[in-house]
């Protein structure tokens, strides 16, 4: 099939990076979905992303660092397990299909979402994460997240919001953190696949880096319970329409 032009995959960096930043989440999942939907293969299509976020993360995640916005500790715990997460997942979708493992992230990420809209509400939120498991849940996020064309944004920051992290510097360290790991996935792709459609992954930078620091404003700007359903409502829509294409077929 025919690729975007590169007007089209300008577009869709903006947009991307704009929720990205802003939420934390959902650059990967939008960018990849739109690939797919050319017939571009899984592999190709992270791999390009990839590419193309190792620009944008950088972008953003210097943008929230000088906003203040990212917890020096939380990024250190995130970093290090991330890189190995995705380096390992990266390796593995390169080599077999990532579409099975799609579904099961999804279906997490639909009770993660849930949960944040709950706690958004409520008074006492949940306690945050033992250190040990904020690492387990760097390297998962990373693993999953170049398994299934992203979601490092959804998986971690929607966990760490969800135990009672508060939303802007949970986004500002995961968007921070997501520049390295993403460094380490598009290194393991380009030895694994090469790299191919430069025009896309042209487009998806130049929209994403006009968005980051507008992004980064916006998540200074935003109250924290309207942050934290506006991550919810996101998670669950996406979530929900990756179900129903793992089990109903179409795009």
């Known amino acids: ?100 493992i799609k579904p099961v992230v999804a279906f997490y990420l639909v009770i993660m979402g849930v949960v944040i809209i709950v706690k958004a509400f409520g008074k006492r939120p949940l306690r945050p994460l033992a250190e040990q498991k904020v690492v387990a849940l760097g390297f998962f996020g990373g693993l999953l997240d170049a398994l299934g064309g992203g979601g490092w944004g959804p998986i971690v920051t929607t966990t760490l919001i969800a135990r009672g992290r508060e939303p802007r510097m949970a986004i500002g360290s995961v968007n921070l953190s997501e520049f390295f790991v993403t460094l380490a996935q598009a290194a393991t792709f380009v030895s694994m696949v090469g790299v191919r459609h430069g025009t896309v992954i042209v487009g998806l930078v130049v929209g994403g880096v006009i968005a980051a ?4 404003y916006l998540c200074r700007r935003i109250p924290p319970k309207i942050l934290m359903v506006a991550v919810g409502v996101i998670i669950i829509a996406l979530s929900i329409r990756n179900i129903a294409i793992a089990f109903l077929g179409g795009n």
């Not at 660092?65 to 997460?85: E, F, W």
């Not at 620091?213 to 980064?216: E, I, L, T, V, Y």
Request: glycine share 12%; charged share 10%.
């Open 213 to 216: 620091p507008f992004a980064a």
């Open 1 to 100: 099939m025919a690729m975007p032009n590169i007007w089209a995959c300008i577009l869709v960096g903006f947009v991307a990076q704009t929720i990205d930043g802003a939420l934390g989440m959902a650059y990967g999942v939008s960018c990849s979905t739109f690939l797919l939907s050319f017939g571009t293969a899984p592999a190709i299509a992270v791999a390009s992303v990839k590419a193309s976020e190792v620009f944008t993360t950088a972008i953003s995640g210097l943008a929230h660092l000088r906003l203040g916005n990212v917890d020096r500790k939380l990024l250190l715990q995130l970093l290090i397990p991330g890189v190995i997460g995705g380096m390992l997942g990266a390796y593995v979708l390169s080599s077999l299909p990532g579409e099975k």
